[in-house]
């Protein structure tokens, strides 16, 4: 799997987008970009992936760079429950064969500010 | 609701008294895994089963075992516990093959080993 890089923190005010960056430069042309999110000591999360195509659903927008090596998680509204640690994953699509197991690198620690 | 489920939550023991951390999803999923989390090395996959009967290794299953004889449980089972198993231990389960190939994290299990 592909290595990313993310900022170890970040401050966003209450009712206002937050945007995690995530970089992937050695992602691979069939290598998704997933995030999750783990609030304090609780299971992670998953909140959305992509391939290529920008993508949204309920909880968030996921913006990827044409060339795909870096890629922004957006959270439009962000609230006090936002606050945790955000990964971005970088794998392949479970393809029913091998060892699938996520590597969640440090992450983004994500605080909201009220 | 859709859930996995994993008992205990807390747990208290010492060095080789065997013991046993039940998982439990109720979503008909086929692969289950396990995962331990430490500071500073994020989460790291244990064991995982694609399905009944099928379990592999994952990056660190030196001193756990599981099983899987039924599809919906998947117990991690420590013979000898020793301090370095002192962790937070998290269960997910996935359909497969999946499009979204979301896991699904039970709530953890914070495991202290004297």
């Known amino acids: 799997d592909a290595k990313t890089t993310q900022p170890p923190s970040m401050d966003c005010a209450e009712g206002r987008a937050a945007n995690l960056p995530c970089n992937h430069s050695?992602?691979?042309?069939?290598?998704?970009v997933y995030w999750y999110r783990q609030i304090h000591s609780q299971g992670p999360q998953y909140i959305i992936h992509?391939?290529?195509n920008n993508e949204t659903n309920e909880m968030a927008s996921l913006i990827i760079t044409e060339d795909r090596k870096s890629s922004t998680l957006i959270l439009p509204h962000a609230t006090l429950r936002d606050t945790a640690v955000y990964y971005c994953?970088?794998?392949?699509?479970?393809?029913?064969?091998?060892?699938?197991?996520?590597?969640f690198g440090k992450g983004t620690h994500l605080i909201i500010q009220p | 609701e859709a859930q996995v489920t994993q008992n205990p939550r807390y747990l208290i023991t010492v060095t080789g008294k065997k013991l046993t951390v039940t998982c439990s999803q109720n979503m008909n999923h086929e692969y289950m895994s396990w995962y331990r989390q430490d500071p500073g090395l994020g989460l790291r996959q244990i064991y995982y089963s694609m399905n009944v009967e099928v379990t592999d290794k994952g990056d660190v299953p030196e001193g756990y075992k599981v099983s899987r004889k039924e599809k919906r449980n998947f117990p991690l089972i420590l013979e000898s516990p020793s301090p370095n198993q002192t962790s937070l231990y998290f269960c997910a389960s996935t359909a497969l093959p999946e499009p979204s190939n979301e896991q699904f994290f039970g709530p953890g299990t914070r495991l202290t080993v004297l």
């Open positions: 994953i970088v794998r392949l699509m479970h393809s029913g064969g091998g060892a699938d197991g996520l590597t």
């Open positions: 992509g391939l290529k």
């Open positions: 050695t992602i691979s042309g069939n290598e998704y």
